[in-house]
């Protein structure tokens, strides 16, 4: 627990200045059975590619689903990042949420580039 504290702290403090992302106000996260998936878009400068999200909850799962879901190491993004319940790249986070709660996400990019988005639970 102590060390999930401490690298979120050290990525939140590498955001300040690195931010080149277009992060949408409407980025929320849809409550499931055991957790939430990530539903937005994410726009970047350029072509990039998503390392890692991690929350308060861990680190979260990275899915490619085409045509089934597996869980991949990282995700490439064009520009765009669209996530969602119908999109290709998933992102999901285990463990215990409720409506209306705001949780606090950080995005790890290929080119040391960190994005911190606050995203509301939603059914």
């Known amino acids: 627990m102590k ?7 050290a990525l939140l403090s590498l955001s300040s200045g690195s931010v080149q992302a277009s992060v949408p106000q409407g980025m929320t996260l849809k409550l ?3 957790g939430v998936q990530l539903v937005g878009t994410l ?5 990039d590619e998503l390392l890692g999200v991690w929350s308060s909850a861990g680190r ?3 899915l490619r689903c085409e045509p ?13 990042l669209t996530l969602g319940t ?5 992102v999901v986070l285990g ?3 409720k409506v209306g709660q705001r949780v606090g ?16 639970v939603t059914r």
């Open 3 to 9: 060390v999930r504290t401490l690298l979120c702290a």
């Open 32 to 34: 499931m059975h055991e």
């Open 43 to 47: 726009k970047i400068a350029r072509s």
């Open 60 to 62: 979260a799962r990275l």
């Open 68 to 80: 089934r879901c597996k869980v991949v190491t990282s995700i490439p993004m064009p520009g765009t």
């Open 86 to 90: 119908d999109a290709r790249a998933r």
């Open 95 to 97: 463990g215990t949420f």
């Open 105 to 120: 996400l950080v995005f790890r990019l290929k080119n040391a580039q960190i994005v911190s988005v606050q995203a509301t």
